[in-house]
C-alpha cells in the first residue's frame, strides 16, 4: 500500500506538498483548522494585493486566467486563483477541513538511537524502517479528536501559524492604560471587510510597525478617514517600498531575478576565485541586497537533520513564495519516491552553519533567519541538481546571464532533460 503522508496546513505549500505527493504515488492527507484553503489569503485585508509581479507568482503548471489583467492581483483574485488550481488537480478530496492539529508524536525509535545516527532517519532516506507519526487533530464543529497515522509529516503552516508576535511592556504601560482599542494587526486581518471598515471608521488610528500588514492597514485607514481623522504610523526601522519600474522604465525584476544579479553574491562553499570577484562586484546591487533577511537554518530549507520523517515548507521566505513552495515541494516528492538520499548529518550541519554565516554576511543587523532573498536562483540550483536536473533554464550564455527567472522556466523539469 501507498505510504501516507500527513500535510498540516492547506495554504499554498499545503496545496502544492499533495499534489506533487499524489503524482508520486503517495497518499497525502491535508489538516487544515480552518474551513477552506488559502492559508493567509483567506484572512486578509480587503485592499491587500501581491508585492511582487503575478508571472512570479503563478504555478509553474498552473498560469494565471486571462481574465486577470492585472499585474498584481488583489486578495480575492489570488483566491480564486487558489481554487482553480485545487479543483484543477482534485486536490479538495484530500483535504479535511476544521480539522486542527493539537499533536505531532514520532514513535517507533527512542530519543537516544536518534541521536546516534550518521544518516538522517537513519539512512539518509525519507522513510525509516520502523518510526511513524501520530497526529491528533480535533474537529471543530463536534472537539471530538482523532488520531491519524502518517509515515511522513510536512507542516506547511507559514511564518506565524496565527500566532501573533505580542510586545511586552513595562507594568502600567501597555494597553491596559490605554482608553482605547488595542489589536494585533491579525485581529483586524480576520474581521470581513464590513466589520474591519466600521471598526476604523472615523477614529484617530497608530500603526505601529512599518512593514506588509502596517502599511496595507495604514493605507486603509488614510483612505477611510482622510485628513479629517489622519493615521499615524510609529516604526523603529524603515523598510522602504520598491517601485516595480524604476524611473527609466527598465523593470525590477531584471536587476534581481537573474542570475548575473546573484553572481555579485559569494556563495557558502565557492572558491576563492568567485569569492574575490563578488567582493568586487557586490556595491553595485548593495542597495537590493541589504534590504533582505537571512533564512531560516534547516537543510535546503526544508529539513532538520536531528528529525526524522519530517519537512517543513513555507517557512523560509523568497522574493515570490509560491515560487520557491513549489520548487521545494518537487525536491521533496523526488526525496520521497527515493530519487536521491540526503548526504550524512555532519556533513548537513557544516552547510547548515555556512549558510548561517554567508546570511549574517548580506543581512547585517537584520539577519532573522527567515528569506533566501539575494539567492534565490542559485537556492533553486542546488535543488535542481539534487533532483539530477539540468538547472540552466535559458538559451545560450547571454539569456542565461541576464534573462530574469521565473515559475516558467522550471514547468518541464525532468531528471533526464538535456542541457538547452
Not at 12 to 20: E, M, R, W
Not at 41 to 47: D, N, V
Not at 167 to 187: K, L, S, T, Y
Request: aromatic letters at 12%; a neutral charge.
Amino acid at each position: 500500500m501507498a505510504k501516507r503522508v500527513a500535510i498540516i496546513g492547506a495554504g499554498i505549500s499545503g496545496l502544492l506538498a499533495c499534489k506533487y505527493t499524489l503524482e508520486k504515488g503517495f497518499r497525502p492527507v491535508v489538516l487544515e483548522s480552518k474551513g477552506g484553503i488559502g492559508g493567509v489569503w483567506a484572512q486578509t485585508l480587503e485592499t491587500t494585493k501581491l508585492q511582487t509581479p503575478k508571472l512570479v507568482y503563478e504555478f509553474s503548471d498552473f498560469p494565471w486566467p486571462s481574465t486577470v489583467k492585472e499585474e498584481f492581483p488583489n486578495s480575492n483574485q489570488i483566491m480564486e486563483y487558489l481554487e482553480l488550481y485545487a479543483r484543477k488537480f482534485d486536490l479538495l478530496r484530500h483535504i479535511k477541513f476544521n480539522s486542527k492539529v493539537i499533536g505531532i508524536d514520532y514513535e517507533g525509535t527512542s530519543n537516544d538511537e536518534i541521536l546516534s545516527w550518521s544518516l538522517w532517519g537513519g539512512t539518509g532516506e525519507a522513510f525509516g524502517p520502523r518510526g511513524k507519526w501520530n497526529i491528533t487533530v480535533q474537529e471543530a464543529n463536534t472537539e471530538s479528536t482523532q488520531v491519524y497515522e502518517a509515515e511522513f509529516v510536512i507542516l506547511c503552516i507559514g511564518r506565524y501559524s496565527d500566532l501573533p508576535n505580542i510586545p511586552v511592556f513595562p507594568e502600567n504601560r501597555g494597553p491596559e492604560v490605554f482608553d482605547g482599542n488595542v489589536i494585533h494587526a491579525m485581529d483586524y486581518s480576520a474581521m470581513d471587510n464590513a466589520t474591519a471598515a466600521e471598526f476604523i471608521k472615523g477614529k484617530r488610528v497608530t500603526v505601529v510597525g512599518f512593514q506588509k500588514s502596517a502599511l496595507d492597514i495604514a493605507s486603509e485607514c488614510a483612505k477611510a478617514n482622510g485628513v479629517k481623522h489622519p493615521c499615524t504610523v510609529l516604526y523603529r526601522t524603515e523598510h522602504w517600498s520598491m517601485p516595480n519600474y524604476l524611473p527609466w522604465g527598465v523593470p525590477l525584476a531584471l536587476l534581481y531575478l537573474n542570475r548575473f544579479s546573484e553572481f555579485m553574491i559569494h556563495k557558502p562553499g565557492e572558491g576563492f576565485l568567485l569569492f574575490l570577484l563578488a567582493t568586487l562586484l557586490s556595491p553595485l546591487v548593495f542597495g537590493i541586497s541589504s534590504l533582505y533577511n537571512s533564512i531560516v537554518c534547516y537543510c535546503r530549507e526544508c529539513i532538520h537533520p536531528r528529525i526524522p520523517q519530517l519537512a517543513i515548507i513555507g517557512y523560509s521566505e523568497s522574493l515570490a513564495n509560491l515560487y520557491t513552495s513549489e520548487m521545494r515541494c518537487r525536491w521533496l516528492a523526488h526525496l520521497l519516491d527515493g530519487s536521491f538520499k540526503l548526504p550524512c548529518i555532519s556533513d548537513m550541519e557544516k552547510d547548515i552553519a555556512r549558510w548561517e554565516n554567508f546570511m549574517k554576511r548580506y543581512s547585517g543587523r537584520y539577519f532573522r533567519g527567515s528569506c533566501l532573498g539575494v539567492v534565490h536562483i542559485w537556492y533553486n540550483d542546488q535543488l535542481c541538481k539534487d533532483m539530477g536536473c539540468n538547472p540552466k533554464r535559458k538559451n545560450g550564455l547571454l539569456g542565461e546571464l541576464f534573462e530574469p527567472y521565473g515559475p516558467a522556466d522550471y514547468r518541464d523539469l525532468s531528471p533526464i532533460e538535456s542541457s538547452k
